[in-house]
């Protein structure tokens, strides 16, 4: 595993506690790192395997 994917993981498993919390997109993205809510979305889809949302 490559520093950036470990890093991308890490981000990931923040997105996922501030989400379960009940935070909307654009917070979670902007404070887990992302510059914008796409690449979060995009980030977290190519992860997880779904969008952040139900």
Known sequence: MTFYEWRTQLRICHALVLLAEGH?????????????????????????GSAPWP
């Open 24 to 48: 909307d997109t654009t917070r979670v993205a902007l404070a887990c790192g992302w510059s914008n809510p796409s690449r979060f979305i995009a980030a977290f889809t190519a992860v997880a």
